[in-house]
């Protein structure tokens, strides 16, 4: 919930306990809450119940319209499929799959998962994290 940064020490929120937890650190990666837009989030019957585009992990079709696709950040795929290189595969899958449903075609792309992530390491340097 919080970062002292001149401390090198981060503060979590125990929810067990609700207690707050202070731990020092030597490299630390956050990634802010993600949602999905309030036109998604309050439309309950495209959405899982975390309010995230519910579609098919590979396909990335929806699971109840046929009609929809979804990628990126608004889909319910774990957090490590919201980068912008995961969403460079998932256009290539969601481009093919829309095409063959358009032409009546079974849909024959998947989404492996792949993705990546730069981690600022320093001011000057990052790392590429592939995952």
Same mark, same amino acid.
């Given at each position: ?16 306990? #609700? ?47 046929? #009609? ?64």
């Amino acid at each position: 919930v919080e970062v002292n940064y001149d401390k090198r020490e981060a503060v979590f929120d125990n929810l067990d306990t #609700n207690e707050k937890v202070n731990l020092s650190y030597n490299f630390l990666h956050v990634t802010p809450p993600m949602s999905s837009p309030e036109a998604l989030f309050s439309n309950t019957d495209l959405t899982d119940q975390q309010g995230f585009l519910n579609v098919d992990s590979l396909t990335l079709q929806h699971k109840r319209f046929s #009609n929809i696709f979804g990628l990126g950040d608004c889909i319910n795929l774990p957090p490590a499929n919201k980068t912008a290189a995961a969403v460079s595969v998932q256009t290539a899958v969601l481009k093919s799959n829309l095409t063959s449903l358009m032409s009546g075609s079974p849909l024959t792309s998947s989404y492996t998962g792949y993705s990546s992530c730069p981690l600022i390491t320093s001011r000057k340097t990052c790392i590429l994290a592939e995952f």
